[in-house]
């Protein structure tokens, strides 16, 4: 059975940073495209960041571009995502997620998510 498991979360001022870890579990995702989503209080989930399976390519919404690093090791099974200059616009519960095909953008899998408050 899949798992995927986000960790890192916490309460940070404005102009900190956090690295989030989403471990997977019960199969390898080696050859997958993995990405990152943010749910904020009162909004639809949404997209952060994407990053390939070799980790060659990565895309951010525009939002975090320049502030925010995906990340992987495949070896771990693990993708990160490192966050600096933090916003309390980013506030938000973060999940990591993987599709259901190696480079679709249909994401299936997903984890239970990490609570990323930022003070003002």
């Known amino acids: 059975q899949v798992q995927l498991v986000e960790s890192g979360g916490g309460l940070v001022q404005a102009g900190g940073s956090l690295r989030l870890s989403c471990a997977a579990s019960?199969?390898?995702?080696?050859?997958?495209?993995m990405g990152w989503f943010r749910q904020r209080p009162g909004a639809e989930r949404e997209f952060v960041a994407r990053?390939?399976?070799?980790?060659?390519?990565?895309y951010y919404a525009d939002s975090v571009k320049g502030r925010f690093t995906i990340s992987r090791d495949n070896a771990k099974n693990t993708v990160y995502l490192q966050m600096n200059r933090l916003k309390p616009e980013d506030t938000a519960v973060y999940y990591c997620?993987?599709?259901?095909?190696?480079?679709?953008?249909?994401?299936?899998?997903w984890g239970q998510g990490t609570q990323v408050t930022v003070s003002s």
């Open positions: 997620a993987v599709p259901n095909y190696p480079q679709s953008y249909n994401y299936r899998y």
């Open positions: 019960g199969r390898t995702f080696s050859s997958y495209a």
């Open positions: 990053i390939s399976w070799s980790a060659g390519n990565t």
